[in-house]
């Protein structure tokens, strides 16, 4: 199937996209503000540059797109039909970074929190988001994800 629109086009929507300051970010950061949680972003000497961070803590943040970051079974992941081998190549190295970020940051004893793009989407799972992210960083898991309805 051709991409429908042309390829200097897709290019530049796709450079379009934001690496940092997105709109679920935004949000995920909204929330814990008000949640009363103070936070840095985007720590660099950090492994895999979490988006925030709760340093006194040893909580590190990510919020992955879910179309960028291949969440499993997520129906905002799909492959595209345009260039497959080049997407599955790339995705699934961004899904390889991120294993390695995690792992690195739990042997340095950080727990750490992945923040779907789909937990944002829709302002059913978006209200219980709050609750979610309270309860996990005042809980004792060393990693977890929070993700909206799948599929």
């Not at 985007?42 to 909580?59: A, N």
């Not at 042997?107 to 988001?129: H, Q």
């Amino acid at each position: 199937m051709a991409d429908i629109v042309a390829p200097s086009v897709r290019s530049r929507m796709m450079s379009g996209i934001k690496g940092k300051n997105s709109k679920p970010e935004m949000l995920v950061r909204k929330l814990l503000f008000a949640a009363g949680f103070r936070f840095r972003l985007h720590r660099r000497e950090l492994p895999g540059t979490p988006d925030i961070v709760l340093p006194g803590r040893k909580i590190a943040i990510f919020v992955h797109g879910c179309f960028w970051h291949a969440h499993a079974g997520c129906k905002y992941a799909k492959l595209p039909a345009t260039r497959p081998d080049f997407w599955a190549t790339k995705l699934n190295a961004n899904v390889d970074r991120d294993r390695q970020a995690i792992e690195k940051l739990t042997a340095m004893g950080w727990r750490v929190l992945c923040v779907w793009e789909c937990s944002t989407r829709n302002s059913a799972s978006a209200s219980s988001l709050t609750n979610d992210l309270k309860e996990w960083i005042n809980g004792t898991g060393q990693y977890a994800e929070i993700c909206g309805p799948l599929s």
